[in-house]
C-alpha cells in the first residue's frame, strides 16, 4: 500500500511568496474575490530603494549623518506561461493586452498588486513600470514585470 503524505509546498520559494493583482481605480480596494495570480512566477521580489540625505556640518564627530526622506518602492515578478494562460490567473497575455490599451489611449497603465513575502503583506495602487518577454524554448514564453507606486496613500 502506497503512502499518501502530505507535501508541504510553502518550503519552496515560488509557493512561499504569490503576487496577485487586480484591476480597478486607486479609489477602491479590490474585494478579496477580485484578486488573481498573475502568472507562474520563477523570480519574485521587492526593493524600498531608501533615498537620503547627508549632512557635512562639523559637529558630527567626524562622521556624516544621513536622513531618509522616502522611498522608490519596487516590486518585480519574472515568471513563465506556456502557449495559453491558465483561467484562474490573471495572465501575461491579459497584462500586455492591459498595458498596450492603457498606452494607446494615453492613461498610465496601473493596477492593484499585492504580494505576500512571508509574515508581511505589500498592497498597493502600481503602474506598470517594465514589461518585457522572451520566447523560450518548448512552448514556454517567460516575462518580466515591474511595479513603481502610482498612488502613495494606497500603500499598506
Same mark, same amino acid.
Not at 506556456?82 to 497575455?93: A, H, I, S, T
Given at each position: 500500500m $502506497?503512502a499518501n503524505?502530505?507535501?508541504?509546498?510553502t !518550503?519552496l520559494?515560488?509557493r512561499a511568496?504569490?503576487?496577485e493583482v +487586480?484591476d480597478?481605480? +486607486?479609489?477602491?480596494?479590490?474585494?478579496?474575490?477580485?484578486?488573481?495570480?498573475l +502568472?507562474a512566477?520563477?523570480s !519574485?521580489g521587492?526593493d524600498f530603494s531608501?533615498n537620503?540625505?547627508t549632512s557635512?556640518a562639523d559637529d558630527?564627530?567626524?562622521?556624516v =549623518?544621513?536622513i531618509?526622506?522616502n $522611498?522608490d518602492?519596487?516590486?518585480?515578478?519574472?515568471?513563465e506561461v506556456?502557449? &495559453?494562460? !491558465?483561467?484562474?490567473?490573471?495572465?501575461?497575455?491579459r497584462?500586455? !493586452?492591459?498595458?498596450?490599451?492603457e498606452i494607446?489611449a494615453?492613461?498610465?497603465?496601473?493596477?492593484?498588486v499585492?504580494?505576500?513575502?512571508g509574515p508581511v503583506t505589500?498592497?498597493?495602487?502600481m503602474l506598470?513600470? $517594465?514589461l518585457?518577454?522572451?520566447?523560450g524554448t &518548448?512552448?514556454?514564453?517567460?516575462?518580466?514585470? =515591474?511595479f513603481k507606486?502610482?498612488? +502613495?496613500?494606497t500603500?499598506?
Open positions: $502506497a503524505c502530505p507535501t508541504d509546498n !518550503k520559494f515560488g511568496i504569490v503576487l +487586480a480597478g481605480c +486607486a479609489d477602491t480596494l479590490p474585494s478579496e474575490s477580485e484578486w488573481k495570480s +502568472a512566477g520563477t !519574485k521587492f531608501p537620503s540625505v557635512d558630527t564627530k567626524g562622521y =549623518e544621513n531618509v526622506t $522611498a518602492f519596487t516590486i518585480s515578478f519574472e515568471g506556456r502557449r &495559453n494562460d !491558465k483561467l484562474d490567473q490573471y495572465g501575461v497575455g497584462l500586455i !493586452k492591459y498595458f498596450n490599451s494607446q494615453t492613461r498610465q497603465p496601473t493596477l492593484w499585492r504580494m505576500e513575502f505589500f498592497i498597493g495602487y506598470i513600470n $517594465a518585457s518577454s522572451d520566447g &518548448n512552448d514556454i514564453i517567460t516575462f518580466s514585470t =515591474e507606486v502610482a498612488d +502613495a496613500d500603500i499598506q
